[in-house]
């Protein structure tokens, strides 16, 4: 069965360092989303991502962060400027054009600001 | 916006014990996710469910879309169980973004 994937599963970096997390989607999906959860905390959305533009973005989703689909396959989320507070599990999740409200989640990428 | 209550936030049981997870929302919605967080963090979606009832192996979902209600029921629960259960809900009606539950963190003691 198809499946979204991400990589890397885990990553360590320095405070003030560029972060780039990459996710495959499900080929044919069209609508894209990056989640995030702080550890101990709920799911937050961060943003949305259909027809290469950003649909739609939380106020968590500042200049520090940015979203591109580089190639048919790839959705990327870039946090250009790492925070300690940035550290959180980060998913990504997709939706089939026919059925717009399921979403296939990835495993998610653990993400560690020293 | 959408607000998300689950309860209980922690729930302890025996192996074999029938299990219910409950979530509450407050704004009508188009369909309601239940995911499955393992202890490494990773989600799992369980079930989408817009009405009704919805069973998978021992898993069962049920949604009451007038009372704004679904629980999720694990029969001859197992150790195997054991995560955190979330509910989650689109944050307004026709937005895909979802909105998600504190979780239920279920522990199932052999």
């Known amino acids: 069965e198809p499946e979204v994937t991400q990589t890397p599963s885990h990553q360590v970096t320095q405070m003030g360092q560029e972060v780039i997390l990459r996710c495959v989607p499900i080929s044919n999906h069209l609508y894209f989303y990056w989640y995030r959860q702080i550890l101990g905390q709920k799911v937050e959305f961060l943003v949305s991502?259909?027809?290469?533009?950003?649909?739609?973005k939380s106020e968590i989703f500042d200049d520090q962060f940015s979203v591109e689909r580089p190639d048919g396959s790839n959705f990327t989320l870039k946090i250009r400027s790492t925070k300690l507070e940035d550290s959180a599990m980060y998913f990504c999740a997709s939706t089939p054009p026919e059925i717009t409200d399921t979403q296939y989640f990835g495993p998610g990428t653990r993400l560690t600001v020293l | 916006k959408n607000e998300v209550e689950q309860s209980p936030q922690n729930l302890t049981a025996q192996e074999g014990e029938f299990i219910t997870i409950n979530c509450s929302y407050s704004v009508g919605i188009s369909a309601l996710h239940w995911l499955q967080q393992h202890p490494g963090g990773g989600i799992v979606s369980l079930f989408m469910l817009s009405s009704g009832k919805k069973k998978h192996g021992r898993l069962i979902a049920t949604i009451n879309i007038q009372e704004k209600h679904s629980s999720l029921h694990i029969t001859a629960s197992h150790p195997r169980d054991s995560a955190v259960y979330i509910c989650a809900v689109p944050a307004n009606f026709g937005n895909e973004k979802l909105t998600f539950g504190t979780g239920t963190r279920l522990t199932i003691i052999p």
């Open positions: 991502f259909y027809n290469n533009e950003i649909s739609e």
